[in-house]
């Protein structure tokens, strides 16, 4: 350990004293002399918890401390940046300690090493990508370690630090700025290009959770209508800058058999014999182990309300907060699950018990929440893709909503948006927007207009294009961005023509200003090609998605979600033989449900689904195609929720299927239903309501037929 003295000396004596107190070992003690982060040492962030056990949720400021500096940079004991080789504890990169404290695991070479130092070589910005516990951070902290041995480390601890943390580096001849989990500096006041291109000469090295970066990768790029590229333009343009290194979460033989060599730590050996089922790095992070503890405290008598207060924490990283919550903000939060799963049934321990074992380092890695009393509280990263998570509950959303900022509830409405669902990604993006959160007024209009509002959003957004042409110009590529959204909105509200003839003006100017290959003219195509066959010229379609499928094709490979959305709009608006279409319907059906990042709940997916349903009404097949949009119908709800446009949809061609095989008691039901519920989302004169208008009233004609 460097030989360096804690900073602010009085301070010093109460933090190191209460670990001494506490009972924690010499290597934790060290590390918290050593490091700092401003007046508390919280932004090491999952060392000095893991490190510091019971100390997680019993610090409390001394008196007179002031506030936690959420603004900080890691600094040494005297104040110092630090140099990457006096770094020396992986944990102070963001690494999850492994068992047993004191000394780290030896490293395991990962196969991705010579790629990341290859990407090194030739990239300013390199960003790892891999699940939880993978093993990102080491391997990106042992490569920078050697390459960068005399380079200011500077890893800002909060999104708030991160100015400062881009000034610093700019400045220094040799810098790395350090951005373990990117997803926490994205967003409101996060990284932006221009940040990004001031760090000339300055190395960024980032990691990221693979879902995470999935919400900027195939899953947004999969939306069939681009309603929402935009709404998430600024952070896919920034990480397109980025040398992607992917690392898997289960080792490779080579990288077994290389951890072999290193059994006689009984922590590495411990890891191997847990066979494939769990990646080595992910046993020694102790993820198996911590997710089963959770699970376990469910149970009467053993931690439930500990058990409530993690599942409260967890939601909300899940609802897109990035910062940590505070121990009230859970005391409060947490009471909703606690109930829901038994309440007094269960014996809860008290609060304070609960906080204790939350935190507490379990396995001596980590514990379920990392942080402390001065910083707050964030669920372990591993938690978050448990299986069996459902949608965030309404009361965790509510009581969230009600208690953030504006930039906070930025970054809520966006995921909200991306996950769906849209009356919550309205009701946070407006809090965002009235609370003057810079960039907040597009994705606002994009999600009033995909909840079922598309005149509203286009006069929205008529103002905002409007507005960014006075101050920046009609080509101006923020300019084009609201320009798309208008157009695409005034399609949607019924105007096809010039919906495709806002497409044909806009796509002039981006292939000019973006270039033909860039996502937003490609994007721009699709929707030509698309409003054009709405607008009663399939032929014409066909060739510009011709045309647009043998670009994508070239740009992006033939997995790629954009090129299957091609592929279904080429195969819906050309004329064929119906079991042709059929048949290669079904082969993009089954091609979508095995892209990685796609699956059978993905909106392409399930827009797929939609087209095979809506082929067999064609083809004269009603009960198939009855019995299609009701499983749609109920997978659409669970995915997206039952007041999603596209539910409506599957209700209303649902119920066109019942009609047509002389079911009209059900279809009436079923329109009656859905007209009443429709009226309270979208707006008036919403052509879902027309459609179940019409449909009712045909089925009130008296030559209509009655099932009896």
């Known amino acids: 350990m460097s030989a360096l003295l804690l900073r602010g000396s009085g301070r010093a004596r109460g933090w190191v004293g209460y670990l001494g107190a506490v009972g924690l070992g010499a290597g934790a003690v060290a590390l918290a002399t050593v490091w700092t982060s401003g007046p508390w040492a919280a932004g090491i962030g999952a060392a000095v918890t893991a490190l510091s ?96 041995p005399r380079h200011t480390f500077v890893r800002p601890l909060s999104r708030t630090a991160l100015p400062e943390a881009v000034r610093i580096a700019a400045r220094r001849r040799r810098a790395v700025l350090w951005l373990d989990d990117l997803e926490d500096y994205l967003g409101a006041g996060g990284l932006t290009a221009a940040q990004l291109a001031a760090l000339d000469p300055a190395v960024t090295i980032a990691t990221i959770r693979v879902q995470e970066y999935r919400r900027y990768d195939a899953r947004e790029e999969s939306r069939l209508t681009g309603s929402d590229r935009d709404a998430w333009r600024a952070q896919r343009d920034l990480l397109q800058q980025a040398h992607v290194i992917r690392l898997p979460r289960h080792w490779s033989e080579r990288e077994r058999r290389r951890a072999a060599a290193h059994q006689g730590d009984p922590r590495i050996g411990a890891a191997l014999r847990a066979g494939e089922r769990f990646g080595v790095a992910e046993v020694l992070a102790a993820g198996p182990e ?168 286009a006069a929205d957004l008529a103002g905002i294009a409007r507005r960014r042409t006075d101050r920046l110009g009609p080509r101006h590529p923020d300019t084009l961005a609201a320009r798309h959204q208008l157009a695409f909105f005034v399609g949607e509200s019924g105007n096809l023509r010039a919906a495709a003839a806002r497409f044909a003006e806009l796509l002039t100017d981006a292939g000019e200003v973006l270039g033909p290959d860039h996502p937003d003219t490609l994007a721009a195509r699709h929707q030509l090609a698309y409003f054009t066959g709405e607008a009663g010229d399939p032929r014409a379609a066909v060739r510009q998605l011709e045309a647009l499928l043998a670009d994508r094709l070239r740009v992006h490979g033939p997995g790629h979600p954009q090129v299957l959305a091609t592929r279904r709009g080429l195969i819906w608006f050309r004329p064929g033989d119906p079991a042709d279409t059929e048949r290669e319907l079904a082969q993009l059906l089954a091609e979508a449900e095995a892209v ?60 066109r299927a019942l009609t047509a095989q002389g079911r009209t008691a059900e279809a009436r039901a079923l329109l009656t239903g859905a007209l009443e519920r429709a009226r309270s989302v979208l707006e008036p004169g919403h052509r879902h309501l027309r459609t179940a208008r019409e449909l009712l009233a045909r089925l009130a004609d008296p030559a209509g037929r009655e099932d009896s």
């Not at 391997?139 to 370690?145: C, D, G």
């Open 53 to 148: 056990g019971l100390a997680a949720e019993r610090m409390r400021p001394e008196e007179g401390a002031g506030a936690l500096g959420a603004g900080e940079v890691l600094r040494t004991a005297g104040g110092r940046i630090p140099l990457l080789r006096d770094v020396d504890r992986p944990e102070l990169a963001g690494v999850h300690p492994a068992e047993a404290p004191g000394t780290p695991p030896a490293y395991i070479e990962r196969d991705a090493e010579p790629r990341l130092r290859s990407a090194l070589e030739h990239s300013r910005f390199v960003l790892v990508v891999g699940e939880s516990t993978a093993g990102k951070t080491r391997l990106a902290y042992e490569v920078a370690r050697t390459r960068y």
């Open 290 to 457: 911590l997710l089963a503890s959770w699970e376990n405290g469910w149970a009467p008598g053993a931690n439930p309300r500990g058990a409530a207060v993690v599942a409260a924490a967890v939601d909300c990283r899940r609802a897109g907060l990035r910062r940590p919550v505070s121990r009230e903000w859970l005391r409060e939060l947490h009471a909703p699950y606690l109930a829901a799963r038994g309440g007094g049934d269960l014996q809860p321990e008290p609060f304070a018990e609960a906080m204790d074992w939350a935190c507490v380092a379990a396995y001596a890695t980590s514990g379920l929440l990392i942080g402390n009393y001065g910083a707050g509280f964030t669920a372990f990263d591993y938690l978050l893709n448990a299986p069996g998570h459902g949608p965030v509950p309404d009361h965790l959303w509510r009581g969230l909503l009600a208690r953030v900022e504006p930039a906070d509830a930025y970054d809520m409405g966006l995921v909200a948006h991306q996950d769906g669902r849209l009356a919550r990604a309205v009701e946070a993006l407006d809090l965002a927007a009235r609370g003057g959160v810079p960039g907040a007024e597009l994705p606002l209009a994009i999600a009033i207009g995909d909840s079922g509002k598309p005149s509203r959003a």
């Open 596 to 655: 990685e990042g796609i699956g059978p709940d993905d909106p392409h997916t399930l827009a797929i689904r939609g087209s095979r349903a809506a082929l067999a009404a064609r083809a004269g097949r009603t009960a198939e195609a009855a019995e299609a949009w009701a499983a749609l119908t109920a997978d659409r709800t669970r995915v997206l929720g039952s007041d999603h446009p596209h539910v409506f949809y599957s209700r209303l061609e649902w119920a």
